[in-house]
C-alpha cells in the first residue's frame, strides 16, 4: 500500500471499524483482518465475557479491541503513554461505541514508581515506542497498582504486557494487585531486551512470580502451552504466568 494512507476499515475482527494509517506496522496488519494471531488466540481462551482485563502498551488498540469484543459484561483497561498513538487508540475506540462504553483508556506510561519518563517513537517502526531513553516526549508514569487501587474494581483477571523491555518494572509496580486478584498474566519476553537492560529481567520477573505460586509456559504456534521451568532460554516471544489455583484452565 501506498505509505502515510489513512484508510477506514470496517472488517477488524470480523465487524470492528478501524481508522488505519500504512506509515504504522500494527495498522497495516489490522487491515488484514486480525493481529497477532498467537496473543488474539490467548486472549480468547483466557479472557472471559465478564472479565476486567488490562492491556498495557495497547498502542492503537488491535487487542484491547479484541478484549472489548469478548468483554461485553465486564471491563478493559487500555494503557498507552504516547499522545499521538494514544489518541489513535481513542479514535478507535470512538469508531465502536457498543465496544467503547466497557474500555477506560489511560493516557501514562506504567512503571515500578510513579515520575516521568521520556516516550521515544521508533522512527524504523513507527508506533513502537520505549521510555527507557534520555530523549523524546515526557511522559507521566504510575504503577498499575495505582491504577487498580483509583477504580476500585473488585476483581483483576488478566493483564498483557507489552511494553518494550519494561515488563520487569511494570509487574513490579502491579504487585499488590497480583497477590491480592492473583491474575493471568501474559507479557513479551524478546532475548534483545535481557542484553539492552543489562540485567536478567526475565529471570527476575520469573523469580517474583514463582515466589507468587505461579506457573510459566512459553506460548508456541497456535498458542500452544509449554511449560517453562525457567526463562533462561526464551522460546518464544511472549510467556504465559498462571497462578497454580488457576491452572484447570489448561485443560
Same mark, same amino acid.
Given at each position: $500500500?501506498?505509505?502515510?494512507?489513512?484508510?477506514?476499515?470496517?472488517?477488524?475482527?470480523?465487524?470492528?471499524?478501524?481508522?488505519?494509517?500504512?506509515?504504522?506496522?500494527?495498522?497495516?496488519?489490522?487491515?488484514?483482518?486480525?493481529?497477532?494471531?498467537?496473543?488474539?488466540?490467548?486472549?480468547?481462551?483466557?479472557?472471559?465475557?465478564?472479565?476486567?482485563?488490562?492491556?498495557?502498551?495497547?498502542?492503537?488498540?488491535?487487542?484491547?479491541?479484541? $478484549?472489548?469484543?469478548?468483554?461485553?459484561?465486564?471491563?478493559?483497561?487500555?494503557?498507552?503513554?504516547?499522545?499521538?498513538?494514544?489518541?489513535?487508540?481513542?479514535?478507535?475506540?470512538?469508531?465502536?461505541?457498543?465496544?467503547?462504553?466497557?474500555?477506560?483508556?489511560?493516557?501514562?506510561?506504567?512503571?515500578?514508581?510513579?515520575?516521568?519518563? $521520556?516516550?521515544?517513537?521508533?522512527?524504523?517502526?513507527?508506533?513502537?515506542?520505549?521510555?527507557?531513553?534520555?530523549?523524546?516526549?515526557?511522559?507521566?508514569?504510575?504503577?498499575?497498582?495505582?491504577?487498580?487501587?483509583?477504580?476500585?474494581?473488585?476483581?483483576?483477571?488478566?493483564?498483557?504486557?507489552?511494553?518494550?523491555? $519494561?515488563?520487569?518494572?511494570?509487574?513490579?509496580?502491579?504487585?499488590?494487585?497480583?497477590?491480592?486478584?492473583?491474575?493471568?498474566?501474559?507479557?513479551?519476553?524478546?532475548?534483545?531486551?535481557?542484553?539492552?537492560?543489562?540485567?536478567?529481567?526475565?529471570?527476575?520477573?520469573?523469580?517474583?512470580?514463582?515466589?507468587?505460586?505461579?506457573?510459566?509456559?512459553?506460548?508456541?504456534?497456535?498458542?500452544?502451552?509449554?511449560?517453562?521451568?525457567?526463562?533462561?532460554?526464551?522460546?518464544?516471544?511472549?510467556?504465559?504466568?498462571?497462578?497454580?489455583?488457576?491452572?484447570?484452565?489448561?485443560?
Amino acid at each position: $500500500m501506498p505509505p502515510n494512507q489513512e484508510i477506514e476499515f470496517s472488517r477488524y475482527l470480523g465487524d470492528i471499524r478501524i481508522r488505519a494509517n500504512t506509515v504504522y506496522p500494527v495498522e497495516l496488519e489490522m487491515l488484514t483482518g486480525q493481529y497477532d494471531r498467537v496473543s488474539s488466540s490467548i486472549i480468547r481462551r483466557f479472557v472471559t465475557e465478564d472479565a476486567f482485563a488490562v492491556d498495557v502498551g495497547a498502542n492503537v488498540g488491535p487487542l484491547t479491541l479484541l $478484549m472489548a469484543k469478548i468483554v461485553r459484561s465486564g471491563t478493559v483497561i487500555a494503557i498507552e503513554p504516547g499522545p499521538p498513538i494514544c489518541e489513535r487508540l481513542k479514535r478507535n475506540l470512538r469508531l465502536n461505541p457498543e465496544l467503547e462504553k466497557n474500555v477506560r483508556v489511560f493516557q501514562v506510561g506504567v512503571a515500578d514508581k510513579a515520575g516521568s519518563l $521520556m516516550w521515544s517513537e521508533d522512527q524504523n517502526n513507527r508506533g513502537n515506542a520505549g521510555l527507557l531513553g534520555s530523549v523524546g516526549t515526557p511522559v507521566e508514569v504510575v504503577t498499575l497498582d495505582s491504577i487498580i487501587s483509583s477504580i476500585g474494581t473488585e476483581r483483576l483477571d488478566f493483564i498483557k504486557i507489552d511494553v518494550e523491555g $519494561m515488563e520487569y518494572e511494570v509487574i513490579i509496580g502491579a504487585s499488590d494487585s497480583i497477590r491480592k486478584y492473583r491474575p493471568i498474566i501474559y507479557y513479551e519476553t524478546l532475548e534483545p531486551f535481557r542484553a539492552f537492560r543489562g540485567f536478567d529481567i526475565y529471570g527476575e520477573i520469573y523469580n517474583r512470580l514463582h515466589e507468587l505460586g505461579y506457573h510459566h509456559y512459553f506460548v508456541l504456534g497456535k498458542g500452544k502451552l509449554v511449560k517453562a521451568d525457567s526463562l533462561d532460554v526464551l522460546l518464544s516471544a511472549n510467556t504465559l504466568a498462571i497462578p497454580a489455583e488457576k491452572a484447570s484452565a489448561l485443560a
